[in-house]
Structure formats: C-alpha cells, structure tokens
C-alpha cells in the first residue's frame, strides 16, 4: 500500500483554496501514515494576461504579480503549528514544488537553504516563459497544422532536458508529461514517438540519482493512467530506475491519494518495489 502522499496543494498555492487543516484531516481519514506539502513556488511565472493583450504579463520573479508566487514565512510557520498539533496522529513534512525556469535558479539554491525543507518537487510547467495550460502556449505550433501538438510536446521534452542539465537542487521530477495534459487533440501518445528525448531524461534522472514522480494526477485528469504513463515508467526500470516518489497533486481534500491503489498495482505490475519518501532531503525506502 501507498501509505505516503508526497505532492499536494493546499491555499498557500495560488491554485488551491483548501486549508492545510482540511487535507490533513482527509489523510488522516484515509489511513495515510505520511502528507508532504509541496506548495507551488514557479518563478517569473507570468501574471494573467490582461484583456485584449496578445502575450501574457510581465515576469514577476516571486512578487504578489506571480499568480504562483510563495509566502514562504507564511507557509513555515502554518506547518510548524499544524506538524506539532497532529503529531500523535500523522507525520507531516515540508516540502515545495519548484518550477522550473532558468531566472529561478539562484533564487531557488538560496531559499532552498533557508528554510528546513524535507522534500523538494522540480517540475516543468513553463515552456519558453508560456504554461501548456494556455492556448497561447500552442499558438505558437499552429502555423505547423497537425504537427503543432507532436512540436509543442516535442518542446517540452528538451525543455526538461536542458533544466536537468543545468539545475540538480531537487529530490524528484514530477508529472514528466504534464503537457499529455493540455495537448490539442492528443490525450495519449507512444514512448517510441518520444524515445529519444525521454531516455535522455530518464538516464539524466538515474545518473543524478534523482527520482521520477509518480503523478496520479493522471487519473483524476481522466488520462486513465498516471503522469507519466505506464510506458515512460517501464522504459525508467529497464533503464535501471528505482527511485519512485508518489504524489496525488491533490489541490483539494477529496483528491488526497487519488487512485493510489491502482497506482500500486500498476508500479508493483512494473517491477517495482519501493518508493522513496524523504526527510530533510534523505532519502527512505518504503514497501509498496
Ligand atoms: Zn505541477
Ligand atoms: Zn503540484
């Protein structure tokens, strides 16, 4: 059993309105023995665009503009109360999901040391400064036709690539085809479509001994598989992957340890075994 949920929002996440209090409670309801709260922290990450403007807004780096900015005094201090109020009943830990972008990079190695962190999330949810959540992020392969999702998701690959290259400061990478997600007309694809970038991704991840993210944000998206799929997983254990953190992405109680048992079912059908979880970025092996 996944008895951890190493990846969820609450209201100090700029997409999420739910009280921490809230989300623990529905852990502990569920019989979880472990909530990581990973609050958004996406740097330069723009503001809404404004009406009739073509682009989004201005960068804002972590400033109140930031629609994914951080209060992270704010955030520490909630989570102090909240770990020593329920201690009796579920661990609880710190941790934060950092977007990546190449301007966060020295902002993120700083506050990465000032605060006690126990787990941190890199994930890519910007690619060349547009989210693929947006159209205007797909806009740009339209004048390609059919080929604008396969470029767009094409992108994003090397994109992750290039921030693996050039940043190390995490524990694990999460929902590597978030952008399966938003991608016009395609809701699914093939690992040999991608293989190229994705081995060159998962042998990064394995070289750095980093872990891949198990998202079961997937389901709850109606995918009907985890982030990333069962493909990617498979090639990243023949590749010699071990490492697997596991994360519903929950921005809200009823989503805590979404699908977690057809999740288990599908890593232990993989060969897997474990799942790292983490404590002051250690990492701990525990039985699936
Ligand atoms: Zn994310
Ligand atoms: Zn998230």
Sequence with gaps: MIKADCHLHTSFSGDSTAPMEQMIEQAIRLGLSRLCFTEHLDWDYPAPKPQGA????????????????????????????LSTHYRSQIELRFGIELGMIESGYAAYHTLLQRYPFDFVI?????????????????????????????????????????????YQNFDTYAHLDYIIRYAPGKRSYSYAEYADSL????????????????????????????NPQPEVLRRYRELGGELITSGSDAHAPEHIAYDFAICRELLSSLGFRY???????SRNMWKL
Aim: charged fraction near 25%; aromatic fraction near 12%; hydrophobic fraction near 35%.
């Design 122 to 166: 890199a994930s890519s949810h910007l690619v060349d400064r547009l989210d693929p959540y947006y159209p205007e992020f797909w806009q740009s392969y339209r004048q390609k036709g059919n080929e604008a999702a396969r470029l767009g998701v094409e992108r994003y690959f090397a994109s992750t690539l290039e921030h693996l290259i050039a």
């Design 199 to 226: 081995d060159a991704i998962l042998k990064r991840l394995i070289e750095l001994e980093k872990a891949l993210e198990v998202n079961t944000g997937g389901y709850k998206y109606g995918l009907g598989v985890p």
């Design 54 to 81: 073509d682009s989004a807004g201005e960068a804002t780096g972590n400033g109140p503009q930031n629609p994914l900015s951080l209060d992270l005094p704010a955030y520490f201090k909630r989570f102090e109360e």
């Design 275 to 281: 799942y790292a979880v983490y404590d002051k970025r």
